[in-house]
């Protein structure tokens, strides 16, 4: 009988350390080989036609947050890789394993809705080595993460509209641009730029009670910057896990949503570029 | 209905005396011209007629990956860099052509131009371009050797194949390297990364006609002019008057092009005198600056 592989036997490791609270995982490749065509074809010949790259997309819920002690920006590890720096990682399923290099992430996400732990989704693009190899030079994991798992019930978000209105959901997302820099002679990047600037959109989904459907102009007494601030607390407790601060968002776009079967709803969005 | 003629079977072979290849064109044209000019006269209304004012000359261009595993009487590469790299080396000296053959077509011309590209993780390719002059060196009762002739039909040849499937043969960005051109500074000392280079050389040629007869007797290459842009992240400021001298007063410089593999197979273009004219530099939204300079070396 053909074996199977099962969550159980697969996992996903960053620089050392073990990624929790996985919910699914893919990474793929397709290669750059192309046929060469040429007058009097009578040969099938291939050869590389531009760079390798392959891409890696992780979907975890938040339920573990690295030590305070840990030297890093961010207690959500993925959250740290939204930075400059690169990563490498393996992933094991079964027997086997793939490793990739020089990973760095092109987008960040995390939603929460009621009822639901929050979610963090990213995809990041490998410009080194994927698939078959050892890692070498692997950093211990000297910061394992704890298990803190956050609730839709115990987290704060700083917005005034949230005092009278009902939150149903929000979602993050957080786009960080990278310009590879290829060189004759080599197949990876002699540098990846980390490209400015970085774009943030930020939605919510609310029932609203006296929040206000804004002009559409952009008129100066009602265009709208927020800075806001979600915090994610230890499920029923009031230990502060995770925040997501971003300052002078702009409402870039707003929608009504009325139906004879639910309440009324909005929806709202707020967009901010942050320089590096 | 002639018959129809698919790009399978138009290949395109190049001979240079006792040497020839198939080359693996991605595309060709072959033009032929008279150059005949209406005459006007005062107090005749009409032209007198159109006469010709020029003989007879042709055109052939084609672009072409650049293959480099050939050798050619010693120089590696393709048969048009080896010919590219032989008329430069002999310049002002009576020049045989070279045999240009495509999809039952040919004739014999001169080269006009050659050039290549070099960039990160892509093939190269190249193009070349002749001018096909005929010759008027017939001997009695045979027909003049026009410059183009023949008509359409299937190429009788086709490019060598190894039964290889990963063309390591052609030339490629990953194992070239392009150090030898990349601008150095000193104090403090920054190094250029070599992004991607174009090559190219040009020649004149000088048919020589004479009365009696339509075609040339003969042609001379005259003089060449190379050029190489380069592109890299480092502007240098330090250009002079009379240019800057590539790798010391000789200025000879070898430009290595490799292939897929990083084994001893290359073709090389060996420059010399080679002086540098241009920097530049440029930037747009979401890139780096980067800067360009032009190298320049004559025949």
Redesign the interface.
């Known amino acids: 009988m053909l074996g199977r592989i099962t969550r159980e036997a697969e996992s996903l490791t960053i620089n050392g350390s073990g990624i929790q609270g996985i919910q699914s995982i893919s990474a793929n490749y397709a290669s750059t080989a192309q046929f060469l065509n040429n007058l009097g074809v009578n040969d099938i010949k291939y050869a590389p036609q531009g760079p390798q790259q392959a891409v890696i997309d992780v979907n975890t819920m938040l339920t573990h947050t690295l030590s305070l002690s840990a030297p890093t920006l961010s207690t959500e590890m993925m959250y740290g890789f939204t930075g400059d720096f690169p990563f490498s990682g393996v992933v094991d399923h079964g027997s086997k394993k793939f490793i990739f290099t020089e990973g760095y992430m092109q987008s960040y996400s995390v939603n929460c809705a009621i009822g639901q732990i929050p979610t963090i989704s990213t995809s990041s693009v490998i410009y080194g080595e994927f698939g078959t190899g050892d890692l070498t030079n692997l950093p211990t994991d000297s910061f394992p993460s704890q298990l803190n798992i956050p609730s839709y019930s115990s987290m704060e978000i700083n917005l005034n509209e949230f005092t009278t209105n009902r939150v149903l959901s929000f979602n993050i997302d957080v786009a960080t641009p990278r310009i590879p820099i290829y060189a004759v002679g080599l197949d990876v990047p002699t540098g990846v730029i980390a490209a400015t600037p970085v774009e943030v959109n930020m939605s919510f989904d609310i029932e609203p009670d006296d929040y206000e459907i804004k002009n559409m102009r952009f008129v100066p007494e009602e265009t709208v910057f927020r800075d806001t601030i979600i915090t994610l607390k230890k499920n029923n407790s009031d230990i502060t896990l995770l925040t997501y601060s971003f300052d002078d968002m702009l409402l870039t776009s707003e929608s009504f949503q009325g139906d004879s079967n639910s309440n009324a709803s909005i929806n709202f969005n707020l967009r901010s570029f942050i320089l590096r | 209905m002639a018959d129809l003629i698919f790009?399978?079977?138009?290949?395109?072979k190049v001979s240079v005396g006792g040497t020839s290849e198939?080359?693996?064109?991605?595309?060709?044209s072959v033009s032929f011209s008279s150059s005949v000019q209406p005459l006007y006269s005062i107090g005749k209304k009409g032209s007198l007629g159109q006469f010709p004012s020029a003989a007879r000359v042709g055109e052939i261009s084609?672009s072409?990956?650049t293959s480099m595993t050939g050798v050619h009487d010693g120089q590696p590469g393709n048969i048009i860099n080896y010919l590219a790299s032989g008329i430069k080396g002999s310049i002002n000296s009576n020049a045989s052509g070279a045999l240009i053959q495509?999809a039952g077509l040919s004739g014999t011309g001169f080269l006009n131009s050659y050039s290549f590209n070099?960039?990160?993780?892509?093939?190269s390719t190249s193009s070349a371009s002749f001018t096909l002059f005929g010759s008027g060196e017939v001997a009695n009762n045979e027909n003049l050797n026009v410059p183009i002739s023949g008509r359409l039909a299937n190429?009788d040849?086709?490019?060598f194949?190894?039964?290889?499937?990963?063309?390591t043969g052609?030339a490629?960005?990953?194992?070239?390297?392009?150090?030898d051109f990349r601008t150095e500074l000193t104090g403090p000392t920054s190094n250029g990364?070599?992004?991607?280079?174009d090559y190219s050389i040009s020649f004149n040629h000088n048919p020589i006609y004479k009365v009696g007869q339509e075609f040339p007797t003969c042609t001379y290459y005259t003089t060449a002019s190379e050029q190489m842009g380069v592109t890299e992240d480092i502007f240098s400021s330090g250009l002079s008057f009379s240019g800057i001298n590539v790798n010391g007063a000789a200025g000879n410089v070898n430009l290595n092009v490799k292939g897929?593999i990083d084994n001893s197979a290359q073709m090389q273009i060996g420059m010399s005198g080679v002086k540098q004219i241009n920097t530049s530099a440029s930037v747009g939204l979401?890139?780096?600056i980067r800067t360009q300079k032009t190298l320049v070396a004559a025949y």
């Open positions: 790009y399978d079977k138009a290949a395109v198939v080359l693996l064109a991605s595309d060709c084609f072409f990956l495509v070099i960039a990160s993780n892509s093939v190429s040849f086709a490019p194949s190894d039964k290889t499937r990963l063309a052609i490629h960005g990953r194992f070239t390297n392009l150090n990364t070599v992004f991607g280079a897929l979401d890139d780096i």
